[in-house]
């Protein structure tokens, strides 16, 4: 399967536990999004990186939220001291885009339930 | 914030029929993309369609831009029950560059094809 892969699927945690997701993207694209998805809502845009570059966080991203993408392939999402608030569907997302419209394509998402 | 608005909220028909949904958006874009998304399932890129383009088609996909309205259409033709899904619309506000980095996703239209 060579389309984007988040691990794990679902995560259950305890408030104030810290967790991380792994995002693999398709192979050569160069750009990978996070986004945040909520029950009846759309997406919503976390952070982005071109290559291994984060080149914008959105204000949601509070300091308890870290991600990488250290060589530039897979990327992480951290979050630290996990409120109920951030149960959510985290998805990742990846793109090649060369100055022209690319769409995004997404993973199956990573399932977080703080309890 | 969410820039595009789907609607209706939810759509219901039978197996055959025609389904349109409509979205629109505030700011003005680089592209506009469809996205479908089965129940707790990632997300599936439909269509794009960019700016200076008022009509694209894909398959029973229709999609219909106006950029004087900021409004867009998805119309799916001869309908399945496969089609039972969330459709959401996304914009990428773009840059001087073209393609901007991130999507903006309305909270989409939840459709019941009945077989």
């Known amino acids: 399967d060579t389309g984007v892969s988040q691990n794990p699927r679902h995560k259950i945690t305890k408030r104030g536990q810290n967790v991380t997701f792994r995002c693999d993207p398709i192979s050569e694209h160069n750009r990978l999004y996070w986004y945040r998805q909520t029950l009846g809502q759309g997406p919503e845009f976390l952070t982005y990186f071109q290559n291994e570059a984060q080149l914008e966080k959105s204000r949601l991203l509070s300091d308890r939220f870290s991600a990488e993408r250290p060589k530039g392939s897979f990327s992480t999402l951290e979050i630290q001291r996990t409120e109920q608030g951030d149960s959510a569907m985290y998805l990742c997302?990846?793109?090649?885009?060369?100055?022209?419209?690319?769409?995004?394509?997404f993973g199956p998402g990573t399932r977080l339930t703080v309890l | 914030s969410q820039q595009g608005e789907e609607d209706p909220q939810a759509l219901s028909i039978q197996e055959g029929e025609n389904a349109t949904m409509n979205c629109s958006y505030k700011t003005s874009i680089n592209n506009l993309q469809w996205y479908r998304q089965n129940s707790g399932r990632g997300l599936v890129h439909l269509i794009l369609?960019?700016?200076?383009?008022r009509e694209k088609h894909s398959g029973r996909l229709r999609v219909t831009l106006d950029t004087s309205k900021k409004s867009s259409s998805l119309l799916i033709t001869a309908s399945r029950a496969a089609d039972t899904a969330s459709y959401f619309c996304a914009t990428d506000a773009g840059n001087s560059g073209g393609s901007n980095y991130k999507l903006t996703f309305g909270k989409g239209t939840l459709l019941t094809v009945n077989p």
């Open positions: 997302a990846s793109s090649l885009a060369r100055g022209l419209a690319a769409p995004q394509f």
């Open positions: 369609i960019r700016s200076n383009e």
